[in-house]
């Protein structure tokens, strides 16, 4: 999720509503329009079709357009409409609309990021047209699968997002406060008037907050009598799920009580058992319970530990045999509402020495949502237990080594670098790219040598990554990044992977920095000779990137540059370096995990 400020659903000032930011207003809307077309053409021509090729093309200019003197374009995702910047950009009356589409879903917002490709619209669209085709048999939602497909330059908040976000800083954005409450709750009502809906629910949400407030027992239309009756009916019910649980607690109690070896070897088979009725019915927090007695008997009873140990052993283990763990992993991956609610219990309450055995999960479980709460739990539990997960970098599966990479970044603790060293050479980018990252969060210094390494690996997004990492250290990585730029083979990378590089070169700084975009924004001499106009807009449009007066002093100049393309570049670089100095500079958009 992008730290910065999420969008509002106020209207943006009439002075700025027609140019934002340097922006002109249409132009956005026609880029969200271009997109709504592209959706429709990948929905209904096949990809090789001149009407679907056209509608994408446009897409792609028109947002290329607007990228180039802004960041990124973010959108918020309204029932029937989508809003940049507090202006409504699209809203489609007729049919079902893509922002109808969306809102369903759970997206809010969707921001596209400075370097879009081709490539990544290409993805983009048929990803809606698949998740359309898939909502038909019931598949998951748009929001896991835009997280599985790992977009780079385009991404979404969903309302999951806002929740897993609570505890930070960032305030909920309106839209998901008290007066959203209602206005889902009007729309059974049929009301189709958004003035009509606003209105009525800031009046629900009036009323209920005022009866908060007088802690009025009435609030749900439930008067103390009714509540304490069905209090009393609840208390006497005797459901499948609390007898489950009586029977597991009389059940621990007979087997702490026993003493007699045959008799303890037989309650341990009894057990096994009931631990599979427990599973099949998704009760981890119960499961949890009789892990935890299983190990407290294997800690205390040294008296007949000979005998105990191998069948404490045994149950402890049953869990992670083939046919249980099956079930665990449906249970997981179809979102079974006890399962989940009880698997941080059942996190904390597992052995060490089948931590392993959880961790292996990862690589089967196919919900992108449980497999980011997973790794949640697996960064606290292994804390101190993260030993168990070394083995598991030699894993075949490129998704799970990179998430086992993930989960020791973020345990934090600095011994655990020397292990990840060898995977900054893995077959897979996308395991080399969590390597550097982690390796720069728990031992810094050593990390200066993989990542000066990486600048030139083989992938284009592994290099870049790297140089980005690297300019966070200032003068101590010019050298290398300079060193990168002047290379005769540094010409023939990609527009796109030149500016994130030339962007972080400007971000470490220097003297030396300085007098490279100053050799490399003059223009070609009279035999052609010099830098192209493509290389020199990118060197002039991160001048705005360098906190140094002389960059500003050089894009000054450089507005009356003859070439268009290096002119746009310079008006770019004022503005950022304006923004900056105004406290309004942006930072960089946050990954996104497992």
């Not at 596209?112 to 993805?123: I, N, W």
């Not at 200066?448 to 997004?461: F, G, H, N, T, Y």
Request: glycine share 6%.
């Amino acid at each position: 999720m992008s730290p910065d400020p999420r969008p509002r659903a106020s209207r943006a000032p009439s002075s700025a509503r027609n140019t934002l930011r340097g922006v002109e207003l249409p132009d956005v809307i026609r880029v969200a329009s271009a997109l709504i077309k592209a959706i429709s053409a990948a929905r209904l021509y096949p990809s090789d079709n001149p009407t679907y090729l056209n509608a994408k093309a446009n897409f792609d200019e028109s947002m290329t357009s607007v990228l180039t003197l802004k960041r990124q374009i973010r959108f918020a995702v309204g029932r029937k409409t989508l809003f940049y910047a507090g202006e409504p950009v699209l809203s489609e009356e007729h049919g079902e609309s893509v922002a109808t589409y969306l809102h369903r879903d759970g997206i809010r917002e969707m921001t596209f990021h400075q370097g879009l490709r081709p490539e990544e619209t290409t993805d983009l669209l048929h990803l809606f047209t698949h998740a359309a085709e898939t909502e038909r048999s019931q598949s998951e939602d748009f929001a896991t699968l835009f997280w599985d497909h790992g977009f780079e330059h385009v991404t979404c908040v969903a309302i999951d997002d806002f929740i897993d976000a609570q505890g930070e800083e960032e305030e909920i954005p309106d839209e998901f406060g008290m007066d959203f409450i209602p206005q889902v709750d009007l729309r059974a009502y049929e009301l189709e008037d958004e003035e009509a809906i606003e209105k009525a629910s800031r009046e629900m949400s009036q009323k209920a907050l005022a009866k908060l407030e007088e802690n009025d027992v009435e609030l749900f239309s439930v008067s103390a009598q009714e509540r304490e009756k069905l209090l009393a009916e609840l208390a006497e019910e005797e459901t499948p799920k609390r007898m489950r649980h009586d029977y597991t607690r009389i059940l621990v109690e007979v087997l702490l009580a026993e003493k007699d070896p045959a008799e303890f070897e037989k309650l341990i088979e009894v057990f096994e058992g009931h631990m599979g009725t427990l599973l099949a019915h998704g009760n981890l927090e119960d499961l949890s319970w009789l892990i935890s007695v299983l190990m407290r008997l294997r800690a205390e009873r040294g008296d007949v530990v000979d005998e105990e140990t191998p069948l404490l052993d045994r149950a402890l283990n049953w869990i992670w045999q083939e046919d249980q763990r099956d079930v665990l992993l449906q249970k997981l991956d179809r979102g079974d509402h006890d399962a989940l609610q009880g698997l941080p219990t059942f996190v904390r309450a597992i052995p060490d020495d089948t931590i392993r055995h959880m961790c292996l999960l990862l690589g089967d479980l196919e919900s992108g949502r449980v497999r980011r709460r997973l790794i949640d739990l697996l960064v606290e539990r292994c804390k101190t237990s993260w030993t168990a997960l070394l083995p598991i970098l030699s894993d075949s599966r490129w998704y799970l080594v990179r998430n086992i990479v993930l989960i020791l970044g973020q345990v934090g603790n600095k011994v655990i670098a020397p292990s990840l060293h060898r995977v900054v050479k893995h077959s897979d980018y996308r395991v080399r790219k969590e390597a550097l990252i982690a390796l720069d969060k728990l031992d810094p210094g050593r990390a200066v040598s993989d990542l000066k390494d990486a600048l030139d690996d083989p992938e284009s997004r592994v290099r870049v990554l790297a140089a980005q990492t690297l300019a966070k250290r200032g003068g101590e990585a010019a050298a290398a990044l300079l060193a990168v730029v002047s290379d005769k083979e540094f010409a023939s990378r990609s527009d796109d992977e030149t500016l994130a590089i030339y962007f972080a070169l400007a971000h470490a700084g220097g003297d030396a920095v300085y007098e490279f975009f100053e050799r490399s924004t003059k223009p070609r001499g009279l035999f052609r000779k010099g830098p192209t106009e493509e290389s020199r807009a990118a060197a002039c449009r991160a001048l705005g990137r360098m906190n140094d007066p002389r960059a500003v002093r050089l894009a000054e100049k450089l507005v009356q540059d003859k070439t268009g393309l290096v002119k746009e570049a310079a008006f770019a670089a004022l503005r950022e370096a304006r923004d900056r100095a105004e406290g309004r500079g942006t930072t960089e958009s946050g990954r996104e995990a497992a």
